[in-house]
C-alpha cells in the first residue's frame, strides 16, 4: 500500500539548518510531484511547492523561496525539505503529500514537527 | 489573509445537514477544480473531494462537494461526531500560479 513516511520531531536553535525526510513506499516514486504543506500553531495549510519526482526541478510558493530547498534520492524513493537560517516562525507541522495535478493530495505523510527556539 | 474565503467555524448536531461554502474567483475556483480536505488535530489531512464534486474511494457518500462560478461548497449530511475536523478546501490559482488552501472551518458537532 502506498506509505509516506516522514522523519521525527525537530527542535532546533535559531540559525540552524533542517532537513525533512519523506520516505515513500507502494507505488511508482516518479510518476508522482511531492508537495510540502505547512501548518504553523494555530493557522491553517499553506503549500509550500513542489518538487517533480521525475526531473528533480523544484517549485517555490512565494514566501518559500531562498531558505528553503525541496530535493530528491530516487535510488531511496525520499523527498526531502531543508531550511537554513531557521527562524522562530518556521515553528510549525510540515507535511509532505503525493499529487495527481497540482492540488490533488491523494496521500500525505504523518507531519514533522519543527520547532525553532532559542 | 487566504486566497480561499471560508467560514471559521461550522456546527450542527448528530444527523443533521450542514455545508461549509468556499469563495474564490476567476483564477482559482472558477477556472479550476476545487478539492476538500478534512483534517483531524495529530493526523494527516484527508483527501475528501477532488475535481469538485468526486470522492475518493473509502469516503462516506455522506459528504458532497458542488461548485457554481467562482464558489464551492462541502455538504456533510447525517453528522456523526466523528466528522468533528477542520475542512479546508483548494485550488489552482492560474493568475499566482501556486495551490491555494482556504482558511480552514473548524466544523463543531454538538
Known amino acids: 500500500q502506498v506509505q509516506l513516511v516522514q522523519s521525527g520531531s525537530e527542535l532546533k536553535k535559531p540559525g540552524a539548518s533542517v532537513k525533512v525526510s519523506c520516505k515513500a513506499s507502494?507505488?511508482?516514486?516518479?510518476?508522482?510531484?511531492m508537495n510540502w504543506v505547512r501548518q504553523a500553531p494555530g493557522q491553517g495549510l499553506e503549500w509550500m511547492g513542489y518538487?517533480?519526482?521525475?526531473?528533480?526541478?523544484?517549485t517555490y510558493a512565494p514566501g518559500f523561496t531562498g531558505r528553503f530547498v525541496f530535493s530528491l534520492d530516487t535510488s531511496v524513493t525520499t523527498a526531502y525539505l531543508q531550511i537554513s537560517s531557521l527562524k522562530a516562525e518556521d515553528t510549525a507541522v510540515y507535511y509532505c503529500?503525493?499529487?495527481?495535478?497540482?492540488?490533488?493530495?491523494?496521500?500525505w505523510g504523518q507531519g514533522t514537527v519543527v520547532t525553532v527556539s532559542s | 489573509q487566504s486566497v480561499l474565503t471560508q467560514p471559521p467555524s461550522a456546527s450542527g448536531t448528530p444527523g443533521q445537514r450542514v455545508t461549509i461554502s468556499c469563495s474564490g474567483s476567476?483564477?482559482?475556483?472558477?477556472?479550476?477544480?476545487v478539492y476538500w480536505y478534512q483534517h483531524l488535530p495529530g493526523t494527516a489531512p484527508k483527501l475528501l473531494i477532488y475535481?469538485?464534486?468526486q470522492r475518493p474511494s473509502g469516503v462516506p457518500d455522506r459528504f458532497s462537494g458542488s461548485k457554481s462560478g467562482t464558489s464551492a461548497s462541502l455538504a456533510i449530511s447525517g453528522l456523526r461526531s466523528e466528522d468533528e475536523a477542520d475542512y479546508y478546501c483548494?485550488?489552482?490559482?492560474?493568475?499566482?500560479?501556486?495551490?491555494?488552501f482556504g482558511g480552514g472551518t473548524k466544523l463543531t458537532v454538538l
Open positions: 503529500a503525493r499529487a495527481i495535478g497540482m492540488v490533488r493530495f491523494d496521500y
Open positions: 507502494g507505488y511508482s516514486f516518479v510518476t508522482y510531484t
Open positions: 518538487i517533480n519526482t521525475k526531473t528533480g526541478n523544484p
Open positions: 476567476s483564477s482559482n475556483i472558477g477556472s479550476d477544480y
Open positions: 475535481r469538485d464534486n
Open positions: 483548494a485550488a489552482w490559482d492560474d493568475s499566482l500560479s501556486v495551490g491555494v
